[in-house]
């Protein structure tokens, strides 16, 4: 069965420190892997994606993930964290027929 | 930027009515999907919808559910009999082309609280 596993429901940090949200996969095949955001009271905004090529990925505000396939990883990094930075984060992998599959979501704080 | 428009924002409805959600995917795009997002839990896809008809759905879309594409510019999520489980955030998104090409966009979600 294909799955996304986010194994922090909560993360803190601390301004102007480096930040991880770490994502798991498990998918059949090739994956493709996502990062979305979500604030308070907003619909989901994509971040970064992977498809294939270079591992490492650069997306939105700064964020960056990195692809480790013998780990099935897909980490999401960004090196300097912002307040406004705080919000819900999910990884997400493609499912087949163009549907994301989602993790259960970390909720990331940034402690001024 | 276009945008992902739901309206309303938060639908308040009784056990057993039939609601509409409503969805203005982004002006170009061909590719339309209803995801559910139940408090506190994650974010679960029920259906896709491609050239006028279901790509794919999940488990979750049962008979009670459907789809529609009524005109050039609305897509929309029925719920014929509602249930109290059915109560969570239903997002729409939308995107131009396959997930390998352009990610999906969503809108911010229409509440739905069943009483």
């Known amino acids: 069965a294909q799955s996304v596993a986010q194994p922090e429901d909560q993360v803190n940090v601390a301004e102007g420190n480096p930040l991880t949200v770490k994502c798991t996969y498990s998918?059949?095949?090739?994956?493709?892997l996502f990062w979305y955001v979500q604030y308070p009271n907003r619909g989901l905004q994509f971040l970064l994606k992977y498809i294939t090529g270079d591992n490492l990925v650069k997306g939105s505000y700064g964020f960056e993930a990195e692809f480790n396939k013998s780990q099935t990883s897909f980490h999401l990094k960004k090196p300097s964290a912002l307040v406004s930075d705080s919000a819900l984060y999910f990884c997400?992998?493609?499912?087949?027929?163009?549907?994301?599959?989602f993790g259960t979501g970390t909720r990331l704080t940034v402690i001024p | 930027e276009p945008e992902v428009t739901q309206t309303p924002s938060h639908q308040v409805t009784q056990m057993g009515q039939e609601v509409i959600l409503r969805c203005v995917p982004i002006s170009n795009h061909l590719y339309f999907y209803w995801y559910r997002q139940i408090l506190g839990q994650k974010v679960e896809f029920l259906v896709s919808f491609y050239n006028n008809e279901i790509s794919e759905k999940s488990e979750i879309f049962d008979d009670q559910f459907s789809v529609e594409r009524p005109d050039g510019s609305n897509f929309t999520l029925k719920i014929r009999s509602t249930k109290l489980e059915d109560s969570a955030m239903y997002f729409c998104?939308?995107?131009?082309?396959?997930?390998?090409?352009?990610?999906?966009?969503f809108g911010d979600g229409t509440r739905l609280s069943i009483l």
């Open positions: 998918v059949s095949g090739n994956p493709y």
């Open positions: 998104a939308s995107s131009d082309s396959g997930l390998s090409n352009q990610p999906q966009h």
């Open positions: 997400a992998a493609e499912t087949g027929a163009n549907n994301l599959f």
